[in-house]
């Protein structure tokens, strides 16, 4: 049973930076996929983007050359790392991954961008 945890997230104001990581236990293989989604207030929840277990990224067009996912293989871990954060970032930001074709989820956590 794969568990997903996620750490990071808080109160920044625009322009500012964070990091979120999340990491994966109860499993020894690498995980193919880890992504990052994000829900905002009174919207449906979005994919931000995601990496392969051979570093290939995509990113949605809204946080392009501002957030980098980046991974560690040998730890299961997965970060998402948000530069320049603009109001519009707000929201519950949540990680998930794929193995043995489930999905598991970290519990999310929220990230605020003040104006």
């Known amino acids: 049973q794969v568990q997903v945890v996620e750490s990071g997230g808080g109160l920044v104001q625009t322009g500012g930076s964070l990091r979120l990581s999340c990491a994966a236990s109860?499993?020894?293989?690498?995980?193919?996929?880890m992504g990052w989604y994000r829900q905002a207030p009174g919207k449906q929840r979005e994919l931000v983007g995601r990496?392969?277990?051979?570093?290939?990224?995509e990113y949605i067009d809204s946080v392009k050359g501002r957030f980098t996912i980046s991974r560690d293989n040998a730890e299961n871990t997965w970060y998402l790392q948000m530069n320049n954060l603009k109001p519009e970032d707000t929201g519950v930001y949540s990680c998930?991954?794929?193995?043995?074709?489930?999905?598991?989820w970290g519990q999310g956590t929220q990230v605020t961008v003040s104006s």
């Open positions: 109860g499993t020894a293989f690498v995980l193919k996929v």
């Open positions: 990496i392969t277990d051979d570093g290939n990224t």
């Open positions: 998930n991954t794929r193995r043995m074709g489930r999905w598991y």
